[in-house]
Every structure is written in C-alpha cells, then in structure tokens.
T-cell receptor, first 119, second 114 residues
Framework: EAGVAQSPRYKIIEKRQSVAFWCNPI?????LYWYQQILGQGPKLLIQ????????DSQLPKDRFSAERLKGVDSTLKIQPAKLEDSAVYLC?????????????????FGPGTRLTVL | AQSVTQLDSQVPVFEEAPVELRCNYSSSVSVYLFWYVQYPNQGLQLLLK??????LVKGINGFEAEFNKSQTSFHLRKPSVHISDTAEYFCAVSERFGNEKLTFGTGTRLTIIP
C-alpha cells in the first residue's frame, strides 16, 4: 500500500513570495491533516479535513495560509505572502474516517514532509 | 485544551544500555496517548499508543511505555538500545472523544553512543 505522498520535498523562497505544497493521502482515507513543524518544536496542527469539509482550522493563520481539498482526495496548502517565521517542515497525514467508540482511534499516517526555507 | 511536556530535549545513551524518555501531559478531559519516532528527513511513525486497558503498552522495535494516570505520565522505555534507534521521539495526546487531532511535545533527540 502506498503511503502519504508530498511534494515538493524542499522549497526555498524569499519573504513575501507565495508557495504551495501538495499532499496525496493514502487511498480511501477520509481524513487529512496538515501540520507545521518548526525546528526544535513538535508538529502543530494547521488544518484538518474530513472528505472535502474543514473540521478544524483554529490554528491556521488565515491572513496568509489557505488550504483546500476539493474532491476529498488530494490537498494543497498555500502560503501567500510568506514570512521568515514560516520556515518549517510541513507534514501531511491521513487516517480513515473516525468510527467513534471509547477505545477506537484511527491511526494517522504521515508523509515525509516538505521543508520550507524562507530567506 | 491539552499540553505535553518532554523535559529532556536530548538524551545520549551508550549502545545496549537501557533508556527512558519522559513525557508528562495535562488535560481537562480523558485522552489517548502516543509515542512517535522521526528518523532524519522522514515523516513520523507510530511507535505505540495507549487507548484503554492495560497501562503497560508494547510497541514496535522493542519499545514499551507505561501510562500513569495519577502522575499524568507516559514514559517510553527500551531495555537495550541500538544504533538504529537514533532519532527524534515525540509524545502526543488526543482527546478521547474529540476530532482525533494530535497535540505533540517538543521532542527528545535520542543519540546512541557506540
């Protein structure tokens, strides 16, 4: 089974430029997550989709970040304009649809990430 | 809201020695607990998880962790480490009845000394 795919793997841009990252989740996974991992910190959730609907975007800086998952499969995360503090690894993860229950949990599978450097 | 504290940012250990990586969490609701490993230039891989039942959980690569509700801890242990265990380890929590989003600690870099 293919894992979560992300591209590009690396991106270097200058501040105020725009950038986009792409994620292809595991086939059949309804839930997709974008995390931001700044150097020396743990990943922080930016946005969570279930199919093509947003479940949680409370930590997404909406003045500059946007994300979409139009057909409920692939997703794109965009930054416009980029700031120096956006330098980080952007991780995409996917899981099967939440099934509920006290002892059930749908494991998140992570892609390799996109390392963004903003100069 | 939840938070996770990993007090040790770096842990050097001699090969074949035991190791413990510490994790404490804070939450007003019941949570699930996880340990993830991140090898250089790779994504996160689930090592083990605590959902319910036995407080001692075993994971991949010989790792185990013990959930201690009274101390709000979930420390990760391995009796004998190998060079291949060199990586960054992240503790994470998720609300038991939430949307399954993960809140991560800042990570512990485990370095194995030959």
């Amino acid at each position: 089974e293919a894992g979560v795919a992300q591209s590009p793997r690396y991106k270097i841009i200058e501040k105020r430029q725009s950038v986009a990252f792409w994620c292809n989740p595991i086939s059949g996974h309804a839930t997709l997550y974008w995390y931001q991992q700044i150097l020396g910190q743990g990943p922080k959730l930016l946005i969570q989709f279930q199919n093509n609907g947003v479940v949680d975007d409370s930590q997404l800086p909406k003045d500059r970040f946007s994300a979409e998952r139009l057909k409920g499969v692939d997703s794109t995360l965009k930054i416009q304009p980029a700031k120096l503090e956006d330098s980080a690894v952007y991780l995409c993860a996917s899981s099967q649809k939440a099934s509920g229950g006290q002892s059930s949990y749908n494991e998140q599978f992570f892609g390799p990430g996109t390392r963004l450097t903003v100069l | 809201a939840q938070s996770v504290t990993q007090l040790d940012s770096q842990v050097p250990v001699f090969e074949e020695a035991p190791v413990e990586l510490r994790c404490n969490y804070s939450s007003s609701v019941s949570v699930y607990l996880f340990w993830y490993v991140q090898y250089p230039n790779q994504g996160l891989q689930l090592l083990l998880k605590y959902l319910s039942g036995s407080t001692l959980v075993k994971g991949i690569n010989g790792f185990e962790a013990e959930f201690n509700k009274s101390q709000t801890s979930f420390h990760l242990r391995k009796p004998s480490v190998h060079i291949s265990d060199t990586a960054e380890y992240f503790c994470a929590v998720s609300e038991r009845f939430g949307n399954e989003k993960l809140t991560f600690g800042t990570g512990t870099r485990l370095t194995i000394i030959p």
